[in-house]
């Protein structure tokens, strides 16, 4: 038989981990240790059977979740003013954003803020089973309109229930504001533009002004070569 050797090319060489010993001892020493470790398992399970249980009932039964815990992403639409910001952060791209401008003397009326409601809301959806539950969209939110409720209890044996439209405009609603926005978007850049202001005149010179001739400066004779170098002897060349 030929020798083991690793890849290194050393042998391999086998060491007994156990004395031998007689087979039926062997088999004696397997059963006592089998009947002892079973000893010692039986002998953990029966102090915690005397103990308070740390599990609780669940679903009957539920634990406090701390406030500051990240679950389901909430959108009160009402605050919302359509700034795009959780859409941009939210690293996944769960959340969709569909807005459309007011049309020419449209008032949209105040948010609950007191701000003005800039954009309509067309649609606004977040697929809630694709969420990391970063809450990368809470911390951008300029009118804290996004924020995380402790309710953890959204398993379904349907997908489409965990996408989640917050928009208070339907289908058709919505497919109507985005085409007029379009529509206005259109028209604006197809409308001439403006002729281009005329220049402003320049102010009249008074009558009695005298103009003030630009100062010329009189070029002086250049000096001769002789008269600027000095000779050997100090003297002029």
Request: proline content about 11%; glycine content about 6%; aromatic content about 8%.
């Amino acid at each position: 038989m030929a020798e083991m050797r690793t890849a290194l090319g050393v042998p391999i060489s086998h060491v007994e981990t156990k004395p031998k010993r007689n087979a039926f001892l062997q088999w004696f020493f397997e059963v006592w240790e089998g009947f002892t470790t079973t000893l010692i398992g039986m002998g953990v399970t029966g102090r915690h059977f005397f103990r308070k249980p740390v599990t609780i009932q669940y679903p009957h039964e539920n634990l406090d979740i701390p406030a500051v815990s990240r679950q389901r992403v909430h959108v009160d639409i009402d605050l919302c003013g359509g700034c795009l910001q959780c859409d941009k952060i939210c690293p996944p791209g769960i959340i969709t954003i569909v807005t459309a401008r007011p049309t020419a003397g449209e008032d949209l009326g105040v948010r609950p803020n007191g701000k003005k409601r800039p954009l309509h809301l067309a649609e606004f959806t977040i697929d809630h089973s694709k969420c990391l539950y970063c809450g990368l969209c809470t911390t951008v939110c300029n009118d804290d309109a996004i924020y995380m409720i402790p309710d953890f209890h959204f398993t379904t044996n349907d997908r489409s229930t965990l996408f989640t439209n917050y928009s208070k405009y339907t289908s058709v609603e919505r497919d109507q504001l985005v085409a007029a926005a379009a529509a206005e978007k259109a028209a604006k850049a197809a409308a001439p533009k403006p002729p281009p202001p005329p220049p402003a005149p320049k102010p009249a010179v008074a009558a009695d002004a005298t103009p003030v001739a630009d100062a010329k400066v009189e070029a002086k004779p250049e000096e001769p070569f002789s008269d600027k170098c000095p000779g050997p002897d100090g003297g002029q060349a």
